[in-house]
């Protein structure tokens, strides 16, 4: 069996930034590919009542810790952005763009975006900061610019977003391995085992 | 140093049932004690605007999944039962008056109501069954049943829930390690880490 892990992640995530620094070496550990889907948890929140975890009061300030927290105990680093949530629908296109047209880029960009957020505290909505991480990873940038307005794209995102809702995802990061569904970067050691040593559950109905 | 873990769980809450059956070996482990707290989410919840999982739509279908794929992979037993959540106050208040009349059996009795609940499928709400499992743990079921009647005690468990809230509580099972905050029993590997080798971060502000 060689079916790839689909991951499901938004660049504005902590969470999903989290996972993404771990994912690989799972995924190469025990032989399977990874579909990296980048969706948007606004539009998500909309038709699931979610909202960003840094809004619920108490449970944002604690959020904040345990993004920090988290990130140390994996191994990598982390400062808060002043600007969060970011709009990353345009990362986002770019990252569907780089999929279809450059896709020995597309695994670079999706990491230097959330480094971005997440490491150097920049702010992904801002068009020159994407031309900047493109210039960085020698994709022209008006290409990129222009990629992104692409109507296909636009619909491509749309499209992956619906059929996350469709699959239950209600959140980011989430994984499907072989049809298991798993929420959040603290499933990984659960998806470890799932792989190591097969399912530990019954297939569901 | 001997801090006890503080350790804040809602008997109806199957992450806290999965965190009872873990907590113990790793206080033992690093030579800790344990205060166990039991807190009323639906108090919480009405303070911090939060809801059961079970009532989160698409997160609903997805946590009963998990609820069992993770008391499994934490090598535990898990039927989840027919009345969720339940109403535990009087389970809840039973315990607070056996940590003060009869502390050497107050956490088998907080064992016995996890098993009751997430294991055999029965109804904490019934007061035979609160009776029933007294008895099974040789403690006088008349007396409990007077004790969980008591002024003090049911001022108790309001000013535990009180407490839970002043310091941050907002979901169970919630832990205090020093002084730091740990939210879910997914964190339970955090707080190994901290306790084994030291906080992994500055103390907070």
């Known amino acids: 069996m060689s079916t790839p892990i689909d ?24 032989g399977r590919g990874i579909n990296w889907n980048p969706i948007l ?13 840094t809004d619920m009061g108490m449970k944002g300030e604690y959020s904040k810790r345990d993004f920090l927290r988290s990130a140390t105990f994996c191994g990598v680093p982390y400062q808060h952005p002043d600007v969060f949530p970011q709009n990353v629908v345009n990362a986002s296109r770019a990252t569907l763009w780089l999929q279809w047209k450059f896709p020995v880029k597309a695994n670079a960009w999706i990491h230097a975006c959330f480094k971005a957020i997440f490491v150097d505290n920049r702010n992904l909505s801002d068009p020159s900061v994407l031309a900047e991480l493109a210039q ?17 794209i636009k619909d491509g995102l749309k499209a992956r977003n619906d059929l996350a809702l469709a699959r239950g995802v209600f959140g980011a990061p989430f994984f499907f391995v072989d049809g298991e569904p798993f929420w959040g970067n603290d499933r990984l050691p659960q998806i470890d085992r799932w792989l190591g040593s097969g399912p530990f559950l019954p297939q569901q109905p």
Not at 7 to 30: E, G, N
Request: glycine content about 6%; charged content about 15%; overall charge negative.
């Open 41 to 53: 948890l606004g539009v998500i929140f909309k038709s699931t009542n979610g909202a960003p975890l």
């Open 136 to 152: 960085e990873l020698d994709i022209p940038p008006a290409q990129l610019a222009e990629g992104i307005q692409d109507a296909s």
């Open 7 to 30: 991951f499901f992640f938004d660049f504005s995530s902590p969470y999903s930034y989290i996972a993404s620094t771990q994912i690989q070496a799972l995924a190469d550990k025990h």
